[in-house]
């Protein structure tokens, strides 16, 4: 359940906010609209580290609370490029019209643009999904109550652990053959146990995958 909530929430938010930076950035007439491209720009090639990060977590009081999982790396220069080029693509008639009738900025982007831009919203959706869904390594920096953790989490320990009783422990081992359970079959049981809910979920959205890349990374 973790894992769901996890996963459902940093993709809502990275859509929301995603989408809220970009659609300033697509507007022809807004101020400083190079400037703001280059600032965000220059955020992809410079990163504080791992270090830093989390001395930004305990001082937002994020250490150990299930929102550092959903909350941090909401945004991604790559994803408002992405976004913005799929928007620039949109008839800019559309926002004069509704601008014309009284509309604002908020409203022209959830009641016109968002439902235009299904393709590029499933495009960033599945890449977030499935980045947050195999994340167990903000888990093991972030997270100490083990009642918090994913399901990578524990799956990585199941990993791990027979991996190292495949190594080290030869009492375990023997208690494995005698069973009949092997570390491999449990390690392969494992790893199709992380990729069947993204399997499912991929067959839903490929449609709209394939336009929303070509769209967003070709157009602009």
């Not at 049981?189 to 336009?211: D, E």
Request: hydrophobic share 50%; glycine share 6%.
């Amino acid at each position: 359940m973790n894992t769901i909530i996890y996963t459902a929430g940093h993709t809502v938010l990275v859509i929301l906010l995603t989408a809220m930076t970009a659609y300033p950035l697509s507007i022809k007439t807004l101020p400083f609209k190079n400037g703001f491209t280059i600032f965000l720009t220059f955020t992809m090639f410079f990163s504080g580290g791992t270090i830093p990060t989390y001395l930004l977590m305990r001082h937002l009081h994020l250490i150990n609370n299930r929102l550092v999982m959903i909350i941090p790396f909401a945004v991604s220069t790559y994803n408002v490029i992405l976004f913005r080029t799929f928007f620039l693509g949109i008839n800019s008639e559309l926002r004069e019209s509704a601008k014309i009738d009284g509309a604002g900025e908020m409203r022209i982007l959830f009641q016109i643009i968002l439902p235009l831009s299904k393709a590029i919203i499933a495009t960033v959706g599945l890449f977030t999904m499935v980045g947050k869904w195999n994340d167990w390594f903000s888990a093991l920096i972030y997270l100490t109550d083990e009642k918090k953790y994913p399901v990578q989490m524990i799956l990585r320990k199941i990993l791990f652990n027979s991996t190292a009783l495949n190594m080290n422990d030869a009492r375990m081992m023997e208690i494995f053959r005698l069973n009949a359970i092997n570390p491999l079959t449990i390690q392969m049981a494992t790893i199709v146990v992380i990729s069947f809910p993204i399997m499912c979920i991929y067959p839903f959205l490929q449609k709209h995958f394939t336009k929303g890349v070509l769209l967003g990374g070709i157009k602009g």
